[in-house]
Protein backbone atom coordinates (compact mmCIF):
# COMPACT_ATOMS: atom_id res chain seq x y z
CA UNK A 1 0.00 0.00 0.00
CA UNK A 2 2.87 2.30 0.66
CA UNK A 3 4.53 1.62 -2.52
CA UNK A 4 0.78 2.58 -4.47
CA UNK A 5 0.93 5.84 -2.38
CA UNK A 6 4.48 6.86 -3.48
CA UNK A 7 3.80 6.11 -6.94
CA UNK A 8 0.79 8.17 -6.75
CA UNK A 9 2.38 10.99 -5.08
CA UNK A 10 5.41 10.79 -7.47
CA UNK A 11 2.87 10.38 -10.79
CA UNK A 12 0.98 13.94 -9.30
CA UNK A 13 4.42 15.54 -8.79
CA UNK A 14 5.82 15.10 -12.40
CA UNK A 15 1.93 15.91 -14.15
CA UNK A 16 1.85 19.14 -12.24
CA UNK A 17 5.82 20.22 -12.66
CA UNK A 18 4.98 19.74 -16.53
CA UNK A 19 1.17 21.67 -16.31
CA UNK A 20 3.35 24.40 -14.58
CA UNK A 21 6.31 24.86 -17.08
CA UNK A 22 2.97 24.81 -19.61
CA UNK A 23 1.68 27.47 -17.71
CA UNK A 24 4.56 29.24 -17.18
CA UNK A 25 5.28 29.40 -21.03
CA UNK A 26 2.13 30.12 -22.44
CA UNK A 27 2.19 33.26 -19.15
CA UNK A 28 5.00 34.78 -20.55
CA UNK A 29 4.49 34.39 -24.40
CA UNK A 30 0.95 36.25 -23.38
CA UNK A 31 3.41 39.46 -21.81
CA UNK A 32 5.84 39.09 -24.98
CA UNK A 33 2.60 39.35 -27.15
CA UNK A 34 1.43 42.32 -24.78
CA UNK A 35 5.26 43.89 -26.00
CA UNK A 36 5.19 43.17 -29.37
CA UNK A 37 1.67 44.95 -29.57
CA UNK A 38 3.25 47.80 -28.48
CA UNK A 39 6.29 47.66 -30.71
CA UNK A 40 3.88 47.12 -33.63
CA UNK A 41 1.48 49.88 -32.92
CA UNK A 42 -0.76 46.83 -33.08
CA UNK A 43 -4.42 47.71 -31.36
CA UNK A 44 -5.57 44.28 -32.03
CA UNK A 45 -2.51 42.44 -30.48
CA UNK A 46 -2.91 43.84 -27.57
CA UNK A 47 -6.69 43.29 -26.98
CA UNK A 48 -5.83 39.58 -27.89
CA UNK A 49 -4.33 39.27 -23.94
CA UNK A 50 -6.47 41.50 -22.46
CA UNK A 51 -9.37 40.34 -20.54
CA UNK A 52 -12.49 42.77 -20.36
CA UNK A 53 -12.33 45.18 -17.69
CA UNK A 54 -8.26 44.78 -17.72
CA UNK A 55 -7.03 47.46 -15.15
CA UNK A 56 -4.04 49.28 -15.43
CA UNK A 57 -2.22 51.67 -12.73
CA UNK A 58 1.10 53.10 -12.43
CA UNK A 59 2.70 54.28 -8.55
CA UNK A 60 5.23 57.02 -9.21
CA UNK A 61 6.76 60.08 -6.67
CA UNK A 62 5.72 63.96 -7.24
CA UNK A 63 7.59 66.65 -7.34
CA UNK A 64 7.94 66.29 -3.27
CA UNK A 65 8.78 62.39 -3.55
CA UNK A 66 5.09 61.44 -2.10
CA UNK A 67 3.81 57.97 -3.70
CA UNK A 68 0.67 58.83 -6.24
CA UNK A 69 -1.36 55.77 -7.77
CA UNK A 70 -2.65 56.93 -11.06
CA UNK A 71 -5.22 54.53 -12.75
CA UNK A 72 -5.82 54.37 -16.60
CA UNK A 73 -8.78 52.86 -18.86
CA UNK A 74 -7.65 49.57 -21.05
CA UNK A 75 -9.43 51.41 -24.00
CA UNK A 76 -7.46 54.29 -23.58
CA UNK A 77 -3.55 52.56 -23.48
CA UNK A 78 -5.22 50.40 -26.64
CA UNK A 79 -6.14 53.66 -28.62
CA UNK A 80 -2.82 55.65 -27.72
CA UNK A 81 -0.53 52.44 -28.95
CA UNK A 82 -3.09 52.49 -32.30
CA UNK A 83 -2.86 55.44 -33.05
CA UNK A 84 0.34 56.05 -35.19
CA UNK A 85 3.03 57.54 -33.86
CA UNK A 86 6.82 58.03 -34.74
CA UNK A 87 8.63 56.41 -32.06
CA UNK A 88 8.68 52.70 -31.44
CA UNK A 89 7.47 51.80 -27.76
CA UNK A 90 9.65 49.31 -26.40
CA UNK A 91 9.41 47.96 -22.78
CA UNK A 92 12.45 45.55 -22.17
CA UNK A 93 11.43 43.19 -19.30
CA UNK A 94 13.10 40.54 -17.31
CA UNK A 95 10.86 37.95 -15.88
CA UNK A 96 11.36 38.12 -12.44
CA UNK A 97 9.43 35.48 -10.09
CA UNK A 98 6.19 33.77 -11.47
CA UNK A 99 3.37 32.58 -9.26
CA UNK A 100 0.48 30.08 -10.58
CA UNK A 101 -2.23 28.64 -8.12
CA UNK A 102 -4.57 27.34 -10.55
CA UNK A 103 -6.36 29.43 -12.79
CA UNK A 104 -4.43 32.64 -11.12
CA UNK A 105 -0.89 34.39 -12.21
CA UNK A 106 1.01 36.54 -10.39
CA UNK A 107 4.80 38.22 -12.71
CA UNK A 108 6.91 40.44 -11.11
CA UNK A 109 9.29 41.92 -14.19
CA UNK A 110 12.07 44.74 -13.99
CA UNK A 111 11.99 46.57 -17.27
CA UNK A 112 13.63 49.63 -19.06
CA UNK A 113 11.34 51.53 -21.47
CA UNK A 114 12.62 53.04 -24.57
CA UNK A 115 10.90 55.63 -27.32
CA UNK A 116 12.85 54.77 -30.46
CA UNK A 117 16.45 53.88 -28.81
CA UNK A 118 16.70 56.59 -26.29
CA UNK A 119 15.86 55.44 -22.92
CA UNK A 120 12.55 57.11 -21.59
CA UNK A 121 12.52 55.48 -17.71
CA UNK A 122 12.71 52.06 -15.80
CA UNK A 123 10.67 49.85 -12.99
CA UNK A 124 8.62 46.99 -12.39
CA UNK A 125 5.71 45.31 -13.83
CA UNK A 126 3.63 42.99 -12.16
CA UNK A 127 1.27 41.64 -14.09
CA UNK A 128 -2.12 39.24 -12.68
CA UNK A 129 -3.54 36.63 -15.47
CA UNK A 130 -6.56 34.92 -15.67
CA UNK A 131 -6.42 31.27 -17.05
CA UNK A 132 -9.51 31.43 -19.70
CA UNK A 133 -10.57 28.57 -22.44
CA UNK A 134 -9.12 31.10 -24.84
CA UNK A 135 -5.77 31.02 -23.08
CA UNK A 136 -3.80 33.14 -20.38
CA UNK A 137 -5.17 37.07 -20.20
CA UNK A 138 -4.06 39.77 -18.13
CA UNK A 139 -6.18 41.28 -16.03
CA UNK A 140 -4.21 43.89 -14.39
CA UNK A 141 -0.91 45.52 -14.81
CA UNK A 142 0.35 47.81 -11.78
CA UNK A 143 4.42 49.47 -12.31
CA UNK A 144 6.31 51.48 -10.98
CA UNK A 145 8.27 54.37 -13.14
CA UNK A 146 11.56 55.84 -12.46
CA UNK A 147 14.59 57.29 -14.53
CA UNK A 148 16.97 56.41 -12.58
CA UNK A 149 18.16 53.41 -10.27
CA UNK A 150 17.46 51.33 -13.05
CA UNK A 151 17.98 47.26 -12.51
CA UNK A 152 20.68 46.16 -15.04
Same mark, same amino acid.
Given at each position: ?????? &??????????????? *??????????????????????? &? &??????? @????? =?? *??????????????? @????????????????? /????????????? *? =????? %??? %??????????? @???? &???????????????? /? /???????
Amino acid at each position: MKRVLL &LLIAVFTVITSFAQK *ADTASIKQTINTLFDGMRKGDST &L &LLSVFAK @DMILQ =SV *AEDASGKAILSTEKA @DGFVKAIGTPHKMVYDE /RITFGTINIDGDL *A =SVWAP %YKF %YLGDKFSHCGV @DVFQ &LLKTPEGWKIIYIVDT /R /RKDNCIE
